[in-house]
Structure formats: C-alpha cells, structure tokens
Nanobody, 127 residues
Framework: QVQLVESGGGLVQAGDSLRLSCAASGRTLSSYAMGWFRQDPGKEREFVAAISRSGGNTDYADSVKGRFTISRDTAKNTVFLQMNDLKPEDTAVYYC????????????????????WGQGTQVTVSS
C-alpha cells in the first residue's frame, strides 16, 4: 500500500506561483510513475502532468505546458508540481497518483492505470 498526501495548495492571484508536494509513505515511490490530476466540481478529473520512474521523462497537458513542472525527489519519497503564471482556469482540487510501472521511462495519462491517490489539495486562483 502507498499512502499519498498532497500539500501546498491555497488561494492566489492570477500570475502567482504555487508548489504542490505529494509525500508518500508505506512504500518507496521508485517503483511508480507519478501523475498529477485536477478536478473542478461538476467536471471530470483531468490529467495535468506525469513523470516516469526514472524522472527522465515527463508529460504535460497542453493547458499547462510551459507553466507547470513536475519533478520527483527519490530520497524524500516526494513528488512536486511547480505551478507558475497561474490562471483562474487552473482552479481545482489537485490530486497526485501513483502508477505501478514496469518500464523505467514510461508515463501515462490514463486515470485507470493509477492505483493510489491522495486526498487532494485545493488550488484557487482569483482574477
């Protein structure tokens, strides 16, 4: 079992930055590709970013490309999402998730391939 706990959300203004953290316990994250997703009330959960087990491959939704950066710190068993130039449309609950990955370099956008999810952290961006 992997327990994931997100932190770092908050209320910011458009153009500001936030750094989300996802701390894991129970197992090392080195066996998992990691992802960040977000969900607004009444909408489906959407993919934001993913990073491979190695950390060498990343993938981003078009809406955040160039503004968000996903990274991982194996020693701290933590994954991060640096969010810059935030926009009101980035407002959502952000979730991190872990996907068992055989391939060291693979990432996935598919929600069903993620076995473990955190409880989410709210990000609100005012205009």
């Amino acid at each position: 079992q992997v327990q994931l706990v997100e932190s770092g959300g908050g209320l910011v203004q458009a153009g500001d930055s936030l750094r989300l953290s996802c701390a894991a316990s129970g197992r090392t994250l080195s066996s998992y590709a990691m992802g960040w997703f977000r969900q607004d009330p009444g909408k489906e959960r959407e993919f934001v970013a993913a990073i491979s087990r190695s950390g060498g491959n990343t993938d981003y939704a078009d809406s955040v490309k160039g503004r968000f950066t996903i990274s991982r710190d194996t020693a701290k068993n933590t994954v991060f999402l640096q969010m810059n130039d935030l926009k009101p449309e980035d407002t959502a609950v952000y979730y991190c998730a872990a996907s068992p990955a055989i391939m060291y370099s693979s990432t996935t956008r598919i929600t069903d391939r993620y076995n473990y999810w955190g409880q989410g952290t709210q990000v609100t961006v005012s205009s």
